[in-house]
C-alpha cells in the first residue's frame, strides 16, 4: 500500500506516538492535494452559469481544517474532548440549495478525517473513484429536462387550442396553475417535457390567435406560489 513506500518518520500513521513538524507539513501537504483534487472536480462538474469561489475555495479549506483537527484529537484524549464540545456548540446557518454542494462538503470532510488518521491509500483511491462517478453521472446530457410553460390566454375559447400545440409538441404536460381574471383572461403554468428539446413551438403558441404571451423557463424541481 501507499503508506508503505513513506518516510518512516510520518508518525501521525500510529497515533500512539507523537506527532513531529515533518509528519504534520506531510498530512497537510497530502491533505491539500486531494482538496484540490475535489476542488478540480467541483469546477469540471459545475453544471449553472456562474460558480461561487468563495464555496470552491472553502472545499480544500475544509478539507485542511478537518485534517488538523482529526490529528489533534488522535494525539491528546484531553483535546478530544474539547474539540467535540467546541464543534457541538457551532451552527452553520448558511443554506446549501444545490443536493450536490452537500456531497462535496461532505466529501471534504471526510477525506479530511481519512487523512489525518493516517489512511493515505483509502484516501486516495477513495477520492479517485468518486471523482470518476461524478465525471460520468453528473456531465451525462439530460434528455429529460422539465419545463415550466407560462400562458397568458385573451379568452377561454383559445384554450382548447392551446392545449392541443401543447400536446402535440411536447412529450408530456402536466397543469400546475390555472388562473381566470374577471376579464376572461387565462393564465396557465404547465409542466412540461420537450421532444429533443425543442423550443420551437413557443412561437408557434405566441402567435396562436388568442394568446398574449407564451414564456418558457427551466424548472429545477421546485414550485412556489
Known amino acids: 500500500m501507499i503508506e508503505q513506500f513513506l518516510p518512516d518518520s510520518l508518525n501521525f500513521l500510529n497515533p500512539t506516538m507523537v506527532l513531529t513538524a515533518t509528519d504534520m507539513i506531510v498530512a497537510m501537504a497530502i491533505s491539500f492535494v486531494t482538496g484540490l483534487f ?17 464555496f470552491a475555495t472553502s472545499l480544500i479549506a475544509m478539507n485542511l481544517i478537518t485534517t488538523l483537527i482529526i490529528l489533534a484529537i488522535a ?12 464543534l457541538s456548540i457551532i451552527r452553520f446557518r448558511t443554506v446549501v440549495k444545490e443536493p450536490l454542494d452537500l456531497v462535496f462538503l461532505f466529501w471534504s470532510i471526510a477525506v479530511g478525517i481519512i487523512v489525518g488518521a493516517g489512511l493515505i491509500t483509502l484516501a486516495i483511491i477513495g477520492s479517485a473513484i468518486i471523482g470518476v462517478v461524478l465525471f460520468v453521472f453528473v456531465n451525462r446530457k ?14 377561454l375559447k383559445a384554450e382548447k387550442n392551446v392545449f392541443t ?14 388562473t381566470i381574471s374577471s376579464n376572461d ?30 414564456s418558457l423557463v427551466s424548472y429545477n424541481g421546485e414550485y412556489y406560489m
Open 38 to 54: 475535489i476542488f478540480f472536480v467541483y469546477l469540471q462538474t459545475f453544471n449553472g452559469v456562474m460558480y461561487s469561489k468563495s
Open 75 to 86: 494525539q491528546h484524549f484531553i483535546i478530544s474532548i474539547g474539540m467535540i464540545g467546541a
Open 142 to 155: 439530460a434528455t429529460n429536462i422539465s419545463y415550466i410553460l407560462i400562458i397568458r390566454i385573451s379568452n
Open 165 to 178: 400545440i401543447v400536446k402535440q409538441s411536447t412529450k408530456k404536460h402536466v397543469v400546475k396553475v390555472k
Open 185 to 214: 383572461e387565462v393564465e396557465l403554468t404547465i409542466e412540461v417535457r420537450l421532444k429533443a428539446q425543442e423550443t420551437e413551438f413557443v412561437n408557434e403558441l405566441s402567435s396562436a390567435n388568442g394568446v398574449i404571451n407564451a
